[in-house]
């Protein structure tokens, strides 16, 4: 059985790009292949109402308490969130979350039925001194559950410079080597970091390259379409 494709919209600290709610809207549920949106949290429902399938930029792991700001991934699973990102590179740096913080997050949002999409991926100097693959097995740790990973090099989100697809699939590969077999099988794994509708095809003829998380594409309707429809066609 071929993994199902995961095309994921991470709209990060933006409004809904226009024409979301159209009856042909990209951002909307297609059949062979999952197309999911992570709108800020204030347009979370409204996108879940409109029948997107939608996920939260982040979620605490905590049920409830003294911790202003932020959402816990029970208050998420009240009106129908069934997606979590993880771990954003973007949360690690701006709101100094760990990989334990990412882990209790993640453990938390599978326990109530919600599927957490893991975040890891090394930065620039990581890369250079020839510890990537030593970074991303350390942000797995601690993963025993299952989860849709995306592996986001820091250095190619935003920049325009994304990875190499024989080098983004190289990593895909070591990440699935670390899962145990089965699961390993199974796991999607998305390549985020400069996706778009030129550079997405590549990607995808990579075997272990299930799909992407896509940020500055994603609030493009027409580039993400574009993203989409290469991702539904299947060899
Ligand atoms: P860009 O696609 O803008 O590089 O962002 C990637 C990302 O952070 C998705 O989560």
């Not at 494709?5 to 991470?10: K, S």
């Not at 003294?66 to 740096?93: I, N, W």
């Not at 410079?161 to 145990?180: G, T, V, W, Y």
Request: overall charge neutral.
């Amino acid at each position: 059985m071929p993994r199902t494709r995961l095309i994921a919209a991470n709209w990060k600290m933006n409004p809904p790009p226009a024409g979301w709610n159209e009856a042909d809207s990209p951002y909307r549920p297609r059949t062979g292949l999952d197309v999911v949106v992570f709108p800020s949290f204030v347009d979370l429902d409204t996108c879940m109402k409109a029948g997107l399938t939608a996920g939260a930029q982040c979620g605490r792991s905590e049920e409830k308490g003294a911790f202003t700001g932020d959402v816990s991934m029970r208050m998420l699973k009240g009106p129908g969130c069934r997606y979590v990102l993880c771990g954003h590179s973007e949360r690690r740096k701006f709101h100094r979350e760990t990989d334990g913080d990412v882990a209790a997050q993640a453990a938390a949002a599978f326990a109530l039925g919600i599927t957490p999409v893991l975040c890891i991926g090394e930065s620039a100097e990581e890369r250079e001194s020839g510890n990537a693959q030593k970074k991303v097995r350390e942000q797995l740790q601690n993963i025993s559950f299952p989860v849709v990973i995306a592996y986001e090099p820091v250095w190619a989100i935003g920049t325009g410079k994304s990875a190499d697809p024989k080098n983004a699939q190289e990593m895909h590969a070591f990440i699935r080597s670390l899962l145990a077999s089965a699961e390993g099988k199974r796991t999607r794994i998305l390549y985020g970091g400069s996706v778009n509708e030129k550079n997405a095809a590549g990607f995808l003829a990579e075997p272990d390259i299930d799909g992407f998380l896509v940020g500055g594409a994603s609030l493009d309707p027409a580039a993400f379409r574009a993203i989409v429809e290469a991702a539904a066609q299947r060899p």
